[in-house]
C-alpha cells in the first residue's frame, strides 16, 4: 500500500479511538471536569502524564536539535527530566495533600490574598498559552505533510478533534485519551528508532546502538566525531556553548518543568498522597523511555545524512530527499556547480541546509524502512501534539472559571461553573487555532522561555509556600513579581530590543536569555525571604494548614471551596 | 499526633530529600556539566562517560531516584503512622 493510505488508515483508526474514549468517559461534575473525580490509579496518571508532558517539540524537534548541537542538546535532556524529580520529591505529595484543583488555588490560600491569587492566574495563562499555540502549529505540519492537505485545514481539523474531547470529557476524558495517545507515541516513536539502530550496528536497543561499532568497526560517536570536524564543525560529543551557560539553561528547564501548570494538576487527579509519589515516579519512567532513545535517533539520523547525501552527486540523491524538498525543509543548492553536494560548516560554501524536524519526520524514508512505519509515525506525532494541547486547554479553562470567576461570584452554582469551564475551553481552542495558523514570528523562542518565566515566578512561591511556615503573602508576592519582571526584561531586552546585542560578550556573567530564568528564580527566593523577614508572619490557620499539608494521612479526594 | 513527633517525622523527611537531591545534583549538574571534560577521558563500550553521564546516565538515575523516595517515605509514614488506607 501507498504512504498516503496508511498515514489515513492510521491516523484515522487513532482518532477514532481517542473519540470512543472520550464518549465513553465524559465528564459529568465539575470535580470530574477538573480533576477526573480524584479516582485515577497511578499508573494509567503516570502514562497520562507523560503524554501530557511530550510535546509535539518532545516527539518532533528535539532528536533533530541534539542531531545539530551534539552535546548542547544535553540541556534539553537532563533539563525535561530532572525537574520531575524536583516535581515528585519537593511539590507533588503536599499539592495533593492540599486537594484543590489547581495552582492559583494553593497559592492563593496559601497566601490568603486574592492578589496573589491574581498574579498566579496570568502566570498560568501566559504560560499554557505560548505552549498550546506551538502544539497547534505543530498538528498543522503533520497533517500537510503526511495527509497533503494545506496546513490552515490540518490546524481546524485539529482544533475539532480537541474540542470534542476536552470540552466534552474534562479531565476525566483528556486523562483515559491521553493514556490511549502515550501507548500510540511511545510505539511510533520507538519502532523506527529500533529498526535504523538494528541497521547500523546490529543492536535493537537503541540506547546501546548508539554506543556499538558500525560496519567498518569502528563506534558510531568516534566515528562521528570524526566525520564532523572533517567537514568543520565542532565535535559532536564535546560542548560549543560555556559551561556556565549550559548549567543555568538546564536549571532553568528543570525548575521551570516543576512549575508547569498543566503537569502539576495532573497530581491532583490520584486518590491519595501516596499515590500521587507513585505516580510521579511511573511518569518520568514513561516519559525516559522516549528521553534516552531520542540522542540515539539524533546521533543515527546526523550520521545517515551524512553518509546518504554529503559528496554525492546533486543528480543522483535518494528519493526522500526529493519528497522532503517539496516542503521546504531540506533544500540543496550547488552553488560552486560540480555536480556534487558540500555539506560543510563554512556557510558560504555549504550548499545543504537540513530542517531540525528532518531528523524523526524523515527518519523511516531514509532507512527505507515499510510504509506503514510512516503513517505510523504521522499518528504518534499527532497523539504527541493532541494530548499537551488537552491537557493545557484544561489548564485554560480550570484558571478562568474556577480562579477567576469562582473567586468573584463564590455563590455559583456548580452546573454554571462547568458551563462557564467549557465555554472557556471552547473558547481557548479558537484562540489557539487562531495562532496557529497565524503563529507570531516568535513563538517558538516565547515557548523556550515560557520555562524561564515558570522558574522564575511559580517554582519559589510554591517551594516555600510547603517548607517554611514563616513565609507571608507580602514576601510571596513581591518575590514573584521580582522574578517575572527580571526574567521577562532581560528576555525581551536582548531578543526583541537590541537582538544584535544577543552574543556572549553582553550577556551578564555569560548567561543566555534562555537561561537567565534560574537567575530570576534565586532573586525570586531573595527577595521572598527578605521581605517576609520584616513583615508579620502568616496568621495562624494558615501555619496549621502548612503542618497539615506536611504529613499524608487524611488527604481524601480534591475539595470544592 | 504531638508536636514533637509531627516535627521528628519532618525532619527525617528533609533528610531523606537532602541525600536524594545531593545525588540528583551530582549525577546531572556534577557529572554531566562541570565534570564533563574530566569524565570524558574514560569509556564506556563506545560512549565517553561524561557525555554518556548528560544523554543517559542522569535520566536513568533519575527514575530510580523517585523509586527509592517512593519506598523510603512509604516506610517512614507507616514508622510515624500517618500512613493512609
Redesign the interface.
Known sequence: MEILTWTYILVGLSFALYIGIAIYTRAGSTKEFYTAGGGVSPLANGMATAADWMSAASFISMAGI?SFSG?D??VY??GW??G???L???LA?YLRKFGKFTVPDFVGDRYYSNKARVVAVICALFISFTYVAGQMRGVGIVFSRYLEIPIEWGVVFGMCIVFFYAVLGGMKGITYTQVAQYCVLIFAFMVPAIFVSMQLTGNPIP??G????VSDGT????KLDGVLTELGFAAY???RKE?AD??MI??ALMVGTAGLPHVIVRFFTVP???DA??S??YA??FI?IL??TA?AVAAFGIYNTIESVSEKKVDNLPIWVANWQKTNLITVDDKNGDGIVQYVADKEANELTIDKDIMVLASPEIAKLPNWVVGLLAAGAMAAALSTAAGLLLVISTSVSRDLFRTFRPNMSEKKELRIARLAAAGAVVIAGYFGINPPGFVAEVVAFAFGLAAASFFPVIIMGIFSSRINKEGAISGMVTGLVFTLSYIIFFKFISPELNTKEYWWFGISPEGIGSIGMFLNFFICIVVSKFTPAPPQDVQNMI?EI??????GSAQAH | ?PKSK?QQ??NK?LKT?FY??VV?FVV??GF???G?DYL?QFH?????LG??F???G???T??I???I??VR??KL?KEFD????
Do not use: C, H
Not at chain 2, 564506556?44 to 565517553?48: A, D, N, Y
Open positions: 541534539i552535546y542538546g544535553s535532556l537532563m527530566t530532572g520531575y524529580v524536583l515528585a520529591l519537593l505529595p540506547q546501546i548508539m554506543g556499538s561499532t563506534y558510531l560517536l568516534d560529543t564535546s560542548g559551561m549550559i548549567f538546564t536549571l491519595r498522597v501516596k509519589r507513585l510521579a515516579g518520568l519512567a525516559s528521553y534516552t540522542p503542618q506536611r504529613i499524608p494521612r487524611g488527604a | 499526633m509531627m517525622y519532618w523527611n530529600l536524594l537531591l540528583w546531572s549538574f554531566g556539566i562541570i564533563v570524558n564506556i563500550g563506545g560512549f565517553k557525555f554518556w548528560a544523554q543517559q542522569s535520566i536513568f533519575f527514575v531516584l523517585i523509586f523516595y517512593v517515605m512509604n509514614d500517618v500512613n493512609e488506607d
